[in-house]
């Protein structure tokens, strides 16, 4: 299972150390703070979407939820002039609210975790637009949660906070995946859902729990994103950023099938996905092609994977071959292994005698 | 420790259980039992009745009529989980194994154990492996605990499934074709895991379409055709030419 994180992590370094090696820039530390605020900022959603997809469903909705709660958050802050910390728990709990509701959509009343979440996505951002009237929410010039901003965007000891927590919450989520049981009925679930149910575990129960910390995530990385641009206009704010976190989570190792992946390997996934954006500004690169160089990293990345796995696989199974077949066989040659299996059935089977 | 019956007394009895669906009826008044340590195979054709028999034993739905008795009680399933919580498991056929999780983790699946660490409650791995490989060891089987599922044989998947049976203590154990989709050379794998079922005292119900099978490991057999039991005989005395005609309705009853 480490296999992939750690094959991950190689090729990270690997490309950093040629990106670095072409353009020293790349390893200065404004640019590695920088990468890391980055990753921070898109590693918090990613962690949410990944337990989404080790269920076996999929989130599309984060980038209009950032939206939606954006707004919202903004015009707490301004309009309203709310404590920073009540508006905060409100966020929050709008996030996990919205991914309530998903989850009861989709476990409840038994719809497609992408038609749901794409619906999610529509309809949050929709919601957005109409809330402002399509006008950009900022702060303007007051003070109005200072103190919120400056823990946000804030750094300890040169470290961005959102780096550190993404951290903190990489830790949490990882002792609740890999060490708790919730976790291990998570797995379940996502590869075999049938077989969880029979085995008393209540699936709905599990794979909403799912949608709701992501939705939970996704108001934490709301109020990241908001002190990050500092405005939100609704339009625009948390476009295409699903399709990061869908595209850092099957990059560290999530099977869209559901019931793999893990926390390291979506934080690694992160990593790798603004290492390669940043490569793109620091090589002179082209922007307009920053998504393309993604995608193929991406693809090429995930064929890889199948082939090793498929690999593996086989010789798993020739080794099995091996160990099953007996000896008489073996020495018989190769000649007679293939009518072993038809040759031995009718012997076998005397229903019809 | 749930304590074991002893050996030959019933464990299971059905009394006139019948079931319907609507008009159709699937199943007429049913007489059977099944002792502990006993192998009974259940035969007959697509549509017999077997199916619905043994739902109705693992507590999928209710019979329209009959008594259920279970350990000399009178018991009535609303869910699978009540028949569970008896004692009845039912090993099925497409052996509901999560693949991507290791034998250890499937047998204790939805029973796991844990270690509390104050409020918080974390997976005791090292346990559940030291039980599961206690448990393999009684079935006599060479399953590892870290294996994961997706690269075991099918006689080892059934291992792993029986193994679960083994962990709850189940009285009676029901088989839906245990041996329909793996190699040859699994199929005795499986048939002596039934064996090791029964030295421990467990009924076990093999339904089965393959007469080699039952014929090898169980002590008696039941057919059931067109909804109704049609012979219920020791395994001694009777045929597979005979047990055919059972079931093909060439002989009409036994």
Known sequence: MMKKELGLFLLLVVISAITGAINPAFLSLVNLLNMANLIGLFGVFALGEGLVIITGGIDLSLGSMFALLGVVFVDLLTTYQIAWPLALLLVLLGGLTLGGIQGFLIT????????????????YRGAARYYTSDSTRGFGYGDEAGTLGNIASGHIAGIPNTFILLIILALILGVLLHRSVYGRWLYAVGKNEEAARFSGISTGVVIATAYIISGGLA?????????????????????????????????????????????????????LLQVLQNLVNILGIPNSLNFAVMGTVILLGVLADQQLQARRRRQVSLAGLVRTVPKSILTQGQQNAPPRGAAALPARTGDHA | MVKTPQAGEPVLELTGVGKQFGAIRALHAVDMQVSSGEVVGLMGDNGAGKSTLVKIIAGNFAPSSGEIRFDSKAVHFHRPVDARAVG????????????????????????????????????????MAARALELFGELRSETRPHDLVKQMSGGQRQAVAIARTRLSNAKLVMMDEPT???????????????????????????????????????????????????????IGDTSPEEVTALITGAKEAA
């Open chain 1, 108 to 123: 409840r009343l038994k719809m497609q975790p992408f038609i749901v979440t794409l619906c999610g996505l529509l309809i």
């Open chain 1, 219 to 271: 108001g934490v990385s709301t109020v990241l994103f908001v002190f990050y641009t500092n405005s939100v206009s609704p339009s625009s704010f948390g476009n295409f950023y699903e399709l990061y976190a869908i595209a850092a989570a099957v990059l560290g190792g999530c099977s869209l099938r559901g019931g793999e992946g893990s926390i390291l390997g979506i934080v690694l996934g992160t990593a």
């Open chain 2, 88 to 127: 009845i498991e039912v090993v099925y056929q497409d052996l509901a194994l999560a693949d991507n999780l290791t034998a250890a983790a499937n047998v204790f699946l939805g029973r796991e154990l844990k270690r509390k660490f104050g409020p918080i409650a974390l997976l005791d791995h090292k346990a």
């Open chain 2, 180 to 234: 329909a989709a793996i190699s040859v050379r699994q199929v005795e794998q499986v048939l002596s895991l039934i064996l090791r079922l029964k030295e421990q005292g467990v009924a076990v119900m093999l339904i089965s379409h393959r007469m080699p099978d039952v014929f090898a490991v169980c002590d008696r057999v039941i057919v059931m055709r067109r909804g109704e039991k049609r012979a219920d005989k020791p």
